[in-house]
Nanobody, 129 residues
C-alpha cells in the first residue's frame, strides 16, 4: 500500500518560487506513475505533471510547462519545483500515484485523476502580493 504525504506549500509573491515535496512509503516507486494535481476553489481538479517512477519520463500541463519541474530522489521523495508563480497557480496541490508496471505513462498526457489510486492529503499554495 503506497502512502503519500505532501509538504512545502505556503504563501509566495507573484514571480516567486516554491518547492513541494511528496514523501512516499510502502513501496518502491519504480513501477508507478506519480502525478501532481491541483484544485482551486470552485474549479475542477487539474493535472499539473506526471513522472514515471523510473524517472525516465515527465509530462506537463501547458499551463505550467517551462515553469514547473517534477523529479524524484533516491529516497523515493517526489518534488514539484514551481518557478515564476502566478496568482492563478493558487490551489491545493496533491501528489498521486497509480501502478504502471510497464512504465508506459507520462508520454502524451498526465492521465485523469480517476486513474490515480493513491493520494496525499494536499498542501495549500497561495500566490499573492
Amino acid at each position: 500500500q503506497l502512502q503519500l504525504v505532501e509538504s512545502g506549500g505556503g504563501l509566495v509573491q507573484p514571480g516567486g518560487s516554491l518547492k513541494l515535496s511528496c514523501a512516499t512509503s510502502g513501496s518502491t516507486l519504480d513501477y508507478y506513475a506519480i502525478g501532481w494535481f491541483r484544485q482551486a476553489p470552485g474549479k475542477e481538479r487539474e493535472g499539473v505533471s506526471c513522472l514515471r517512477g523510473s524517472g525516465a519520463r515527465t509530462y506537463y500541463a501547458d499551463s505550467v510547462k517551462g515553469r514547473f519541474t517534477t523529479s524524484k530522489d533516491t529516497s523515493n521523495t517526489v518534488y514539484l519545483q514551481m518557478n515564476s508563480l502566478k496568482p492563478e497557480d493558487t490551489a491545493v496541490y496533491y501528489c498521486a500515484a497509480f501502478a504502471d508496471p510497464f512504465q508506459a505513462m507520462c508520454v502524451t498526457s498526465i492521465g485523469e485523476s480517476r486513474d490515480y489510486e493513491y493520494w496525499g492529503q494536499g498542501t495549500q499554495v497561495t500566490v499573492s502580493s
